[in-house]
């Protein structure tokens, strides 16, 4: 997929486990997994602010478009 | 939250099973019926009142074809059956918007169409053997009622393709 997920690198950047962000934002282990895997096929802005709110950053930290 | 458990599906599912085994019954009936009427055509004409004055064999001719595609309408109805249960088990399962429901749809609309064209080849021969001296009332032909079953079976397979592309959809969302 053209739109790449840098979930990893943020939890690395700010030492956080999955299971920790899971926890935080209310959104199930196996759903961060599959975002972070980049297996989902959609995001919802919920998911997105949560995920922002929790890592202090913004929606481009962690999507990034990689033209084919 | 659960939805409350329904009496219908399970009811639905053994209402197909035995109609399954029925329909099966019913050629198995009908084919018999062919054998035994060609094996004994004048104790067949008796049995059903031919009227002395009227040649037989049109009308012998006529009632086999009649019962030949009879029992045609078997494996039309047996794929139509079997296909509903496989789809009234989704339902249970909590899971029928998936592609399989869709193309089961589309056979089951296919084989209804087939079925009213049965219907309308069987009603036709009907009419073509009927006379004054013997009236022959078949409940077969045209019906609007059995179009609108094809026509709203295709729609649904439709509805159905859609919306299991949508719960796709909704099941890759985060």
Known sequence: MAIAVKLDDLLHERRMTLTELASQVDITLANLSILKTGKARAIRFSTLEAICEALNCQPGDLLEFEPG | ?174
């Open chain 2, 1 to 174: 939250m659960s939805r409350p458990k329904s009496a219908a599906l399970p009811i639905a599912y053994v209402v197909l099973r035995i109609l399954v085994i029925l329909n099966w019954l019913y050629g198995a009936a009908v084919l018999g019926l062919v054998i035994f009427a060609n094996s004994y055509p004048a104790w067949f004409m008796k049995a059903i009142d031919v009227p002395a004055g009227v040649d037989p064999k049109p009308i012998m001719i006529g009632l086999t074809a009649i019962a030949t595609l009879g029992v045609l309408a078997v494996p039309l109805n047996h794929l139509i059956l079997t296909r509903l249960l496989r789809m009234v088990e989704t339902v249970s399962r909590g899971d029928p918007f998936i592609k399989a429901n869709a193309y089961r749809l589309n056979a089951i609309a296919w084989a209804l169409l087939a079925l009213q064209v049965l219907s309308m080849v069987i009603g036709t021969i009907g009419k073509a053997i009927a006379s004054k001296e013997f009236p022959l009332h078949l409940d077969a032909g045209f019906s609007v009622s059995g179009w609108l079953a094809v026509i709203l079976t295709f729609v649904l397979a439709r509805v159905f393709a859609e919306g299991a592309l949508m719960r796709e959809d909704l099941e890759g969302t985060v």
